[in-house]
């Protein structure tokens, strides 16, 4: 096998993610909401640099870049997303876009390597108006109508008005051509202590989480807090606080080895000190990579939720507002990626589940898939504080690039 790793530049992949760091930059990470003016510089930043990758593209009528090649061969597509979390890390996302712009410098100008790495950067993979908007629009599961009734979770704002100030208004959206890729191969940091904590080097996914939603609301009586006896209430916050403490209780018994649920946003209304809620809502999230799990825990919500409007004091009801089916990656490109792995990493490799969505399950329902993961840093991400050490960066890219590779030579 020829060693590739002289060619992936290391000092040019971590020049590139700091640039994107200085855009929107907010202490050691970065802000850069869905479609603010920090995303669209990063995303003009990245079509800049596709023809150093003999790439040509531009920014698509959802804010998707693709970059397309001409070179003969079978082609495979690779990227992340550009848009960060509110007051983030500057690695997530970023890291896999630079590392698909540096196969494709690295495969697309070598005359001696059969086909092309093609690149991608997803709008709003991080759901600002809401999931995986850009991937969902190239395998098409966007309409237009979709389009207008999306709106920004920071400021209300339609992302019609959005696509129109970033001047993207009537661009047409880039479209999934059947047959065109081998497949797709994405890049992200852990955002975990797994691979840290076990002192290796790259993660072979082998599996991405279903992510289930519910609205939970709760109504009650809305009442004096002083005049109002406690004996008599019907406090709908009470009812949401014991709720949440009952599904820690009861969740344990039912759930899978790797469940996760989280509570992440709680509302009282009217929300004065001196007023007894009369209503209260949740935002519920369980996360499992087995629906047979989440179809479980999903009968024990409304089990338990059941058992609250039997009681007679406050009404509770449970809706669901977002589902997600598990993806399973592809094993070609685990086994693409673990054979780098040997060659890069001395091996330091470890399949394992992803806990958190990528824009590579959507990717997996058109073509087959793969992910790389590198470590995060005291497993933090989604804060600022977010990093990944040089070495591993520069690890990650020369196995990145070896995988691209291996499969375009399948």
Not at 53 to 64: F, T, W
Not at 342 to 365: E, N, Y
Request: charged share 20%; proline share 4%; aromatic share 6%.
């Amino acid at each position: 096998m020829a060693d590739i790793s002289s060619r992936v530049d290391g000092d040019r992949v971590l020049g590139d993610l700091n640039a994107l760091r200085a855009i929107g930059a907010y202490k050691t990470g970065v802000h850069k909401p869905t479609l603010s003016e920090p995303h669209l510089r990063s995303l003009h930043w990245f079509v800049q640099r596709l023809p150093d990758a003999g790439l040509a593209g531009e920014i698509d009528g959802i804010g998707n870049v693709i970059g397309t090649s001409a070179k003969h061969g079978p082609r495979l597509l690779a990227g992340s997303h550009l848009e960060s979390q509110n007051h983030a890390g500057w690695l997530d996302g970023p890291l896999g876009v630079v590392y698909a712009l540096e196969a494709a410098r690295v495969i697309n100008l070598d005359p001696n390597i059969n086909g092309a790495v093609e690149v991608a950067s997803w709008c709003d993979e991080e759901g600002h108006f809401g999931h995986f908007l850009g991937s969902r629009s190239y395998v098409g599961g966007v309409t237009e109508a979709d389009i207008d009734a999306a709106r920004d979770r920071n400021n209300d704002r339609s992302m019609r008005e959005a696509l129109r100030d970033a001047g993207l208004a009537g661009r047409v959206r880039a479209r999934y051509e059947q047959g065109r890729h081998i497949g797709y191969l994405e890049a992200h940091i852990e955002q975990g202590e797994t691979l840290e904590s076990s002192g290796l080097k790259i993660g072979i996914v082998t599996s991405i989480v279903g992510i289930w939603q519910y609205r939970i609301t709760f109504t009650g009586e809305q009442n004096h807090a002083g005049t109002t006896r406690m004996a008599i209430r019907k406090d709908a916050g009470l009812a949401l606080a014991r709720f949440c403490v009952d599904i820690d209780n009861r969740f344990p018994a039912a759930c899978g080895p790797r469940t996760v649920w989280t509570t992440g946003r709680i509302t009282l209304d009217p929300g004065a000190p001196s007023i007894i809620p009369g209503a209260a809502e949740m935002l519920f999230q369980i996360r499992d990579d087995d629906p047979a799990v989440i179809a479980r825990l999903e009968e024990l919500l409304h089990s338990m939720a059941a058992e609250v409007n039997a009681q007679g004091r406050c009404a509770i009801a449970v809706e669901r507002i977002r589902t997600g089916t598990p993806a399973r990656m592809d094993t070609a490109f685990q086994g693409a990626i673990e054979a780098a792995g040997v060659d890069f990493a001395d091996g330091k490799s470890l399949r394992m589940p992803s806990g958190a969505g990528h824009d590579a399950q959507i990717l997996s329902t058109v073509m087959p898939a793969g992910m790389l993961f590198v470590p995060s840093i005291g497993g933090i991400s989604h804060h600022w504080t977010e990093n990944t050490a040089d070495a591993d960066i520069v690890t990650g890219a020369e196995v990145f690039v070896d995988a691209c590779r291996r499969l375009l030579a399948q």
